[in-house]
Nanobody
Framework: VQLVESGGGLVQAGGSLRLACTVS????????IGWFRQAPGKKREGVSCLSSTGESTTYIDGRFTISTDGAKKSVYLQMNSLKPEDTAVYYCAYIRLATKCSPWVAEYDYWGRGTQVTVSP
């Protein structure tokens, strides 16, 4: 399984970004794909998740929305009203043989390399 994130960059506070996670190499019917972020000096935290059963969950606040394309080869994270404290490396991750989402890092089997999001004041 390969996951590749894209769409990060520098944005001013109040702006928006849409991250994409392209997933390839999986053939499991049951899975969950999550977005996480890690700011310097902080633990990696769950941002949002969706599962093959149709569950869609956001763990932080309503400014972030997860979605997928029809073929489920890409998962997107729409981030609105960005704040400087949203600055972090954003990762997507995959749990195989899962029917539920999870906010816990340890439950994910595969990870992308991350994409940097920087929000300036």
């Amino acid at each position: 399984v390969q996951l590749v994130e894209s769409g990060g960059g520098l944005v001013q506070a109040g702006g928006s970004l849409r991250l994409a996670c392209t997933v390839s190499g999986f053939s499991f019917d049951d899975y969950a794909i999550g977005w996480f972020r890690q700011a310097p000096g902080k633990k990696r935290e769950g941002v949002s998740c969706l599962s093959s059963t149709g569950e869609s969950t956001t763990y932080i606040d309503g400014r972030f929305t997860i979605s997928t394309d029809g073929a489920k080869k890409s998962v997107y994270l729409q981030m609105n009203s960005l704040k400087p404290e949203d600055t972090a490396v954003y990762y997507c991750a995959y749990i195989r043989l899962a029917t539920k989402c999870s906010p816990w890092v340890a439950e994910y089997d595969y990870w992308g390399r991350g994409t940097q999001v920087t929000v300036s004041p």
